[in-house]
């Protein structure tokens, strides 16, 4: 039987629209608790949409999420923050690390270039307000995109020592990981939502569902 591998699995299921769109609200309700509105399935599903990450597309996304114009989402370039030199536009400063994005990470693996987008991200902190959540739904659009499943950041604290450090290999790692354990969850509730026995493979599942 042929071996499929993690990213391929993913690539299969997430195919599947309607499980997909299941499974995103399972995801969004695990990834805030008891704070879950289908305003954000719609806002990711919406994202997910999009071609490419760009200028326009980050501000669309942080407008929605934070129910302003798109012009009104950025702090002013003059706050006082050591990543974001006085004189530098943080709408610039962004604009910049999406050029770096898109040219000098894009031969590098997948997620140490994620982990140096967010990381960058963040700390521009370019943003009114929800900073971590616009730049976690960057990260998780960026995933998907490449196969892969959204992550859950559990552990702030180990969270907020990488981005003190700027260490993307260690994120990476994270990211890898975190992306491993969705994967399994994404199973467990695929053969949940198609009634397959838990004892079948997912390998089994997929080759007999669907034409490769």
């Known amino acids: ?27 969004l ?5 008891n704070n879950y509105d289908d305003r954000l399935l719609n806002i990711l599903c919406e994202y997910l949409n999009l071609k490419s990450i760009s200028i326009e597309s980050i501000l669309k996304l942080a407008g929605i ?40 990470w894009i031969d590098l693996p997948i997620f140490e270039r994620e982990a140096l987008l967010n990381i960058h991200l963040m700390k521009a ?3 009114k307000s929800n900073n971590e959540f616009i730049c976690l739904f960057i990260l998780i659009k960026n995933l998907i995109e490449n196969y892969y499943p959204p992550i859950i950041i559990d ?10 450090s700027g260490d993307a290999l260690k994120f990476a790692v994270e990211i890898n990981d975190k992306t ?3 994967l399994n969850i994404i199973i467990e509730l695929y053969k949940e939502y198609y009634l397959f026995p838990v004892s079948i493979s997912i390998q089994e599942i997929l080759i007999q569902k669907t034409s490769y």
């Open 155 to 164: 552990d702030k604290e180990k969270y907020y020592q990488i981005l003190r």
């Open 29 to 33: 309700n695990r990834l805030i608790p």
């Open 65 to 104: 999420i934070n129910q302003k114009s798109s012009t009104e989402v950025l702090r002013d370039y003059d706050l006082d923050i050591e990543t974001v030199p006085k004189g530098i536009n943080v709408y610039q400063k962004i604009v910049s690390i999406l050029n770096i994005y898109h040219t000098l």
């Open 180 to 182: 491993k354990k969705e």
């Open 125 to 127: 902190r370019a943003f």
């Open 1 to 27: 039987m042929e071996k499929l591998s993690d990213q391929r699995i993913f690539e299969v299921i997430s195919r599947d629209k309607e499980f997909f769109k299941i499974y995103l609200k399972n995801y």
